[in-house]
Structures are given as structure tokens and as C-alpha cells.
Nanobody, 115 residues
Framework: QVQLVESGGGLVQAGGSLRLSCAGS????????MGWYRQAPGKQRELVAQ???????SYADSVKGRFTISRDNAKNAVYLQMISLKPEDAAVYYCKASTASSDYWGQGTQVTVSS
């Protein structure tokens, strides 16, 4: 039974910071490509950041320089450090794990940015 659980979302003022966490069970993150996605109301779900099994990272242009994805294989966890948050960053953020056979999604965590 695979489960991904996000945490760390909440309300933050524009310019502030949040750190999102994703913890996995029934799956080994070390063997998975991990990604953070977000979806705002009325918008398509978009890939925000991705980290490979080897640790290579990539980011959407809209968050480049502000967000950092990282992984801690010993804790079977992935993180998204977000700084200089903007109102347009407000969305539900989802953790995704991709294995050779399947994709798995967390339940999402709400990030609200006030101006």
C-alpha cells in the first residue's frame, strides 16, 4: 500500500517562506523520480520541480531561483523549500513519485499567499 503524505502548507504573507515535506510509505523514494506539482483554482496542474534518482533537479521558469527541491533518502522524504512567495504561488501542492511501473500522488497541501 503506497502512500504519499504532504505537510507544511499554510498561510504566508507575500515575500515569506514555507517548507513543504512529502513522506512516503510502501515505496522507496530512492528508487523513484520525485516531483512537486501545484494546481490553482481554474488552472491546469503544473510541474513545479523535479528531482531524479541521482539528484538532478529541474524547475518551472516561474519558480526558478525561489524554490528548491531536495530529498533525504534516509528519511524517505522529499522537500520543497519556497522563498519569496508571491500571490500567484497560491495553490494546492502535490507530491508525486514515479517508478518504473506507476505514478503515485499525495493528497495535496494548501499554500495560501496573502498580499
Amino acid at each position: 500500500q503506497v502512500q504519499l503524505v504532504e505537510s507544511g502548507g499554510g498561510l504566508v504573507q507575500a515575500g515569506g517562506s514555507l517548507r513543504l515535506s512529502c513522506a512516503g510509505s510502501g515505496i522507496i523514494f530512492r528508487l523513484s523520480v520525485m516531483g512537486w506539482y501545484r494546481q490553482a483554482p481554474g488552472k491546469q496542474r503544473e510541474l513545479v520541480a523535479q528531482i531524479s534518482r541521482a539528484g538532478s533537479t529541474s524547475y518551472a521558469d516561474s519558480v526558478k531561483g525561489r524554490f528548491t527541491i531536495s530529498r533525504d533518502n534516509a528519511k524517505n522524504a522529499v522537500y520543497l523549500q519556497m522563498i519569496s512567495l508571491k500571490p500567484e504561488d497560491a495553490a494546492v501542492y502535490y507530491c508525486k513519485a514515479s517508478t518504473a511501473s506507476s505514478d503515485y500522488w499525495g493528497q495535496g497541501t494548501q499554500v495560501t499567499v496573502s498580499s
